[in-house]
Nanobody
Framework: VQLQASGGGLVQAGGSLRLSCAAS??????YAWFRQAPGKARDFVAA????????TYARSVKGRFTISRDNANNTVYLQMNSLKPEDTAVYYC?????????????????WGQGTLVTVSS
């Protein structure tokens, strides 16, 4: 099982980035994005249920970020708009085989390697 995250970079405040998470090896019911800022805990950002495309978001990103999936390419995306300096973090994709939403870091079984997003003011 492999989750390959990509798409991070440096962007000015107000800008946009799209992160990708390519999954291989097996499929999962739920895919999520987490982020970890320097010196802070890893926090939930968004999750998507693969079969129905149902989504859930952290309050801090709702309305600015959109999680989506591409069946054909087994890829999950995180479109990030109206970025703020406080969005600066390493972003990780994660996967879970559960019927229920989970937002805790320790509840996810598989993780990608992380991709750095830096938002300058």
């Amino acid at each position: 099982v492999q989750l390959q995250a990509s798409g991070g970079g440096l962007v000015q405040a107000g800008g946009s980035l799209r992160l990708s998470c390519a999954a291989s090896g097996r499929s999962f019911r739920i895919y999520a994005w987490f982020r970890q800022a320097p010196g802070k805990a890893r926090d939930f950002v968004a999750a998507i249920r693969w079969s129905t495309s149902d989504k859930t978001y952290a309050r801090s990103v709702k309305g600015r970020f959109t999680i989506s999936r591409d069946n054909a390419n087994n890829t999950v995306y995180l479109q990030m708009n109206s970025l703020k300096p406080e969005d600066t973090a390493v972003y990780y994709c994660a996967a879970l085989d559960s019927s229920y939403w989970r937002v805790g870091e320790h509840e996810y079984d598989y993780w990608g390697q992380g991709t750095l997003v830096t938002v300058s003011s």
